[in-house]
Nanobody
Framework: QVQLVESGGGLVQAGGSLRLSCAASGRIVGVNAMAWYRQAPGQQRELVATIPRVGSANYADSVKGRFTISRDNAQNTVYLQMNSLKPEDTAVYYC??????????????WGQGTQVTVSS
């Protein structure tokens, strides 16, 4: 029983900033890679950024230089700092984490999604 709970979405004007958070809780042995995805209306879910437990993050070309993903391993939490937001960043943002619940069981878990709306 693992939950990912997101927070931080909202409405912001173009050029503004938002910070998303996602905390994993439950019977967790370890948290591997964590990531943020987004899905705009009528479009497929796309990867925004991913960060391993140790190492460098990777970003979609559309957000490079504007978004920063980070994590707190002690708190099993991942963040997405979004700066210089554009109307095309409007979407539901989902966090994802690959979580081990036993020594033998690892799978992906998803948050419930948080709406980000950028007005022009």
């Amino acid at each position: 029983q693992v939950q990912l709970v997101e927070s931080g979405g909202g409405l912001v004007q173009a050029g503004g900033s938002l910070r998303l958070s996602c905390a994993a809780s439950g019977r967790i042995v370890g948290v591997n890679a964590m990531a943020w995805y987004r899905q705009a209306p009528g479009q497929q879910r796309e990867l925004v950024a991913t960060i391993p437990r140790v190492g460098s993050a990777n970003y979609a070309d559309s957000v490079k230089g504007r978004f920063t993903i980070s994590r707190d391993n002690a708190q099993n939490t991942v963040y997405l700092q979004m700066n210089s937001l554009k109307p095309e960043d409007t979407a539901v943002y989902y966090c994802n984490a690959r979580i081990a619940t036993t020594v033998f069981m690892t799978r992906d878990y998803w948050g419930q999604g948080t709406q980000v709306t950028v007005s022009s």
